[in-house]
């Protein structure tokens, strides 16, 4: 199924919580540079399957692979390190920092420096200026030192992904970036996806199958924790079984 | 501005013996100085870390037991201290591995339970601790010639190893490492995905937690020259744990604060109020009402409302709805 040449295979990932399946022996593998959409309805096990990518679930059976390493068994903090950025469905950011603060950390996450204990992190400067650079990126800038508390959701989701993106990561996933956006803010987080180059690959999960049709190059439906299509953008969306499933039977 | 205050601080700190008014305050200042120091190890885990424990009085009882045996069993100063904080530390690291395989609840029931052992410990068994009589340790050590022997020259001991235990901490706090600590308690799934180890994070701080609690134990120890189970009782943990949250958990000077509260009413209060625990009840429901956050952020806020008095209104005017400080 997946080629040596893969930046991130899943193979036969299997995980329940009790006794319900929710990743059901599900295949993926993703070409380096590769833009790829997993949709799928509600309880699909979409997100799921990206903590199982991202190490913050363990699965029951299967693997994953890294640009051809395993990492089924590599701690989550540590496939970080390997390349891997996620943002998250209902945002988690740090809301009494500022926006500077939170790009910082995750700067931090990636440098050896976040074992100091005697530093002063204020005294960082090329540091925090790689984060404002990052916040450069997402267009907030002008908002580096405001709380966080203090934006508006599409702002802490442009945070997210400056976050994300500040990382250097290999490979991104992107846990639905439009959930809860205005058509506006859709607009400047799906332009500011698009800007993001060639050498990250990118995985996006969606809900909602219109927003992110135009991003995807090649989609994969899931259902109940299972793979039921796979193609590029025009076969899936001609696919019997993704009308079923989004039409209702 | 904060150098001065700081500065000044020190100097009205350094010459307390000469204006405090006898060795009884002179001691007092001395206990609330060891127990803030405790208080800013407990802090460590408990306001930057996240993790609730309930049994840190047994850390401070094992640097004391430590070195009360090592003392009584004939060595010097230098190796009772040695051994009595490598002992601490050791305690520490085995305390957050069983601890830190929960969070939330299960931390605060597993330290609750290792400082109940260490309870029983020094309770029972007597070969060791002497039971319930405790043991006694003559003299105190005499670092580079100065003896601590009267109550002013072990209270300015006390006040540099103080000194020394706030500055390790508002330089932990800048820190790198802080700055990823906070973030462990706040958001400890993102922190993961961000490539901190955040089990190591915590290990860490607690084996600092640890040390400071150590350091605490060796001047109890020293200050009373005595140790029984009583220092190591669960009381003496909800204490500690006290101070902190009264003080302010996860500021700089909120667990000094707190533990000047503690001491003072033990001490003073008891003097001329026989039911001097109800006062203190009574003080720790007023703060929780008025101050939830502790008195040092409570105080802080309630100093920038009046200051701020005059500006407020044309600020309010301008700010957007929701511009409120952050909690």
Not at chain 1, 78 to 102: D, K, V
Not at chain 2, 42 to 61: I, T
Not at chain 2, 215 to 221: D, K, M, T
Request: hydrophobic share 50%; glycine share 12%.
């Amino acid at each position: 199924m997946s080629g040596p040449s893969a930046a991130l295979a899943v193979e036969r990932l299997t995980k329940s919580f009790g006794g319900l399946l929710v990743t059901a022996s599900v295949d993926l593998a993703v070409e380096p540079g590769e833009r790829r959409l997993i949709i799928g309805p509600n309880g699909a096990g979409k997100t799921t399957l990206f903590n199982l990518i991202t190490g913050e679930l363990r699965p029951d059976r299967g693997t994953v692979t890294l640009f051809g390493r395993d990492i089924t068994r590599t701690p989550g903090w540590h496939r970080a390190h390997l390349g891997i950025s996620r943002t998250y469905q209902i945002i988690t950011l740090f809301p009494r920092e500022t926006l500077l603060r939170n790009v910082t950390l995750s700067l931090l996450g990636r440098s050896p420096l976040r074992w100091n204990p005697v530093a002063r992190l204020e005294g960082q400067t090329a540091l925090i200026g790689r984060a404002r650079e990052a916040l450069a990126r997402v267009g907030l800038e002008h908002l580096a030192g405001r709380p966080l508390s203090q934006t508006s959701y599409g702002e802490r989701r442009r945070v997210e992904i400056a976050m994300a993106l500040a990382q250097d990561p290999r490979i991104l996933l992107l846990d639905e970036p439009f959930a809860g956006l205005s058509i506006e803010e859709r607009r400047d987080v799906l332009q500011l996806v698009s800007g993001i180059p060639r050498d990250v690959t990118i995985v996006m999960i969606e809900h909602d199958m219109d927003v992110a049709l135009d991003f995807a190059e090649r989609i994969t439906v899931l259902h109940f924790g299972q793979v039921v299509v796979e193609g590029t953008r025009g076969e899936v969306v001609a696919h019997p079984r993704t009308r079923e499933i989004y039409l209702g039977e | 501005m904060r150098r001065l205050a700081l500065a000044a601080a020190l100097v009205i700190l350094a010459a307390l013996p000469f204006w405090a008014g006898g060795t009884f305050y002179i001691n007092i200042a001395s206990q609330i100085l060891l127990y803030a120091i405790f208080a800013l190890g407990l802090n460590v885990l408990v306001g930057y870390a996240g993790l609730v424990s309930l049994g840190h009085a047994g850390l401070l009882g094992i640097a004391a037991y430590g070195a009360a045996r090592l003392l009584t069993g004939g060595h010097g100063h230098l190796a009772a201290i040695a051994g009595a904080l490598a002992l601490a530390l050791a305690a520490a690291a085995l305390f957050a591995v069983l601890a830190l395989r929960g969070t939330g609840i299960g931390f605060v029931m597993i330290t609750l339970a290792l400082g109940q052992i260490v309870w029983g410990v020094a309770y029972r068994w007597i070969s060791i601790t002497n039971g319930d009589n405790g043991i006694s340790v003559t003299g105190r050590p005499s670092p580079l010639g100065f003896s601590l022997a009267s109550p002013s020259h072990f209270y300015w001991a006390t006040l540099v190893v103080f000194v020394l235990a706030l500055g390790s901490m508002a330089m932990l706090v800048a820190s790198p490492f802080g700055a990823g600590l906070r973030g462990t308690r706040d958001q400890p799934r993102r922190m993961a995905a961000l490539g901190y180890h955040v089990w190591m994070i915590r290990f860490l701080a607690f084996l600092l937690s640890g040390f400071w609690s150590g350091v605490a134990g060796l001047l109890f120890l020293y200050y009373n020259q005595f140790v029984s189970p009583q220092a190591v009782a669960l009381t003496a943990s909800a204490e500690a744990l006290l101070m902190v949250i009264s003080g302010g958990s996860g500021t700089l000077l909120g667990p000094v604060v707190g533990a000047g509260l503690v001491i003072i009413m033990k001490n003073v209060a008891s003097a001329y109020i026989e039911r001097w625990n109800f006062v203190l009840g009574a003080i720790f429901v007023a703060i929780v009402i008025f101050m939830p956050d502790g008195l040092v952020p409570g105080a802080a806020r309630l100093w920038r409302r009046v200051t701020a008095r005059p500006a407020t209104r044309a600020a309010s005017a301008v700010a957007a709805p929701g511009e409120r400080p952050a909690r």
